[in-house]
């Protein structure tokens, strides 16, 4: 597991390592492991010129000693002051340690906010390295860059290696708000343990390759705020049968999902829960799924029955007023009504009002996740009026005086939304992206992302909900069920890409061999 920390835990965790230590030691070790980093990277490319850029706070520190070590090694190494900071504003140490060393500083000239108005050649000097050393704010960071900033890491060549101290520049450390403007770095290299930005939505594009650099601060007790599984937590993790189970022990699921509309998304969802290895199907449907789900699943049983949890809503037509869809949405109703574990998508959201006792998943997408709030949420204050909203189906039945939670407004920041529903409705929210998002009450947040780009096509969440439901089923708690179940998903995705276009049919085919060598992998593995 990669386990993030908030950045008030790091600043704590760091001055009680601190009050223990001889002035300036962490930052030494910072310092060092970070030039060993960017040593490395320069002899792989056969680089030799390195450039530090230097903002007012200790991260600039650390980029002023890194450099150093870096000049002291040999490389051409130079750093350019932040208009900004100046030479006055730096940290004195590590510009004394950096000219000591033979590092060329380089004072930017200009106004900070109107940097256009004095041009001066520093940004030359940016273009020329081949690694560039992002030193401009760390965890004191605010999101954005000023303009100054924002001048000299757009002349950064293309061909540059470009590593972040600590956090990229320009990101929200929190992760929280977004990284538009930002140093988009191929790698960060953080020191201690990782930080929200490095695994959330927000800053996870920015951050690149992480590489962490162990500076003597314990955090192994440290409650988490982010939290990542690996490949190597399934094993401990995934319901492996004993010899004393049997088909009802091992869970049975039962599935409300697909409609005349939509049929195929019950073949999708049942396939996947057959290939995670559920212990039984129950299928409830309208004439043609069950038609369908008979012929590609013949695992299945179709009609109700005892069920120990259910994946209830891909491809749930509820509009309709057929008698058969009527009677599945009466089944739909009943299932989220019952005490029994539930992972509720697409459809199956519409059917939402609030609470629900038993664990319970719901798996919206951004969109899914604003029409949500929107609904649930009449307390909001927003911004924007629901009637500039696109029309969906429950605009019409929403008063016109309540305000609308937009797409948009999510993707600014989707682990609020996230957060705002799991308060609301009690569940384990996932929010589905290129990054996935897990958020219980109480729990630290689970980031996945396992999954290739290609991944975001029709029926991918039909196949996820099935392995969800399969791990429900099971007996897994909401938080796990969902972020293992989203692990999963990825990476029989990947599997089955290839690096190449991919159909969520094959999604849901590759997870048997994809649970086979994760548990595989957990048996090889040390300890
Ligand atoms: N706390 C510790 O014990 C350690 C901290 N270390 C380093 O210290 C950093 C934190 O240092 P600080 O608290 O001084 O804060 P930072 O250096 O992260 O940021 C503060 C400085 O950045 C400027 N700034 C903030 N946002 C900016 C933006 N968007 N664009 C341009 N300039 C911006 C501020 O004006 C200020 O000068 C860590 O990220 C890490 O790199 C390491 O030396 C290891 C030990
Ligand atoms: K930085």
Redesign the pocket.
Known sequence: MIRAHSIDA??AA??A??AELPEGT??A???LGLAEVAAARLSDAGGTTVVGLV????????TLYAVAHLAEAGYAAAVVL?A??GRD?VHPAGLAAAEAAGVVVHVAAGAPRDPDSYPDSTADVVAEADLVLD????????????PD?ARLVDAIDDDAWVIA???A??LDPAGQAGEDDAVWADETVT??TPKPAHLLPAGEGATGVLTVVD?G?PFDDVPAAVERLTWDDVAALWPVPRASDDKYSRGVLGVVAGSEAYPGAAVLCTTAAAEAGVGMIRYVGTRTPVGLVHHAVPEAVVGEGRVQAWAVGPGLDTETDHDDARAQLDAARAALASDLPAVVDAGGLDLVNGRRDAPTVLTPHAGELARLLSRLDGSTDRTKPAETVAAGSDAAERPVDRRAVTVDEVKADPLGHARLLADLTGATVLLKGSTTLVVTDGRAVRAQADAPTWLATAGAGDVLSGVIGTLLAAGLAPHDAASLGALVHGVAADRASGGGPLRALAVAHGIRPAVRDLLARGRSAPG
Do not use: K, Q, T, Y
């Open positions: 790091v600043r760091e001055a390592a601190m962490l930052m070790r910072a310092a903002g007012g706070g200790d991260n600039g520190g650390d932040l900004s900071s504003g030193g401009i704010a760390g965890i004191g960071g605010r999101p954005g860059l000023r900033a101290v600590d956090v520049s320009g020191f201690g500076i601060v």
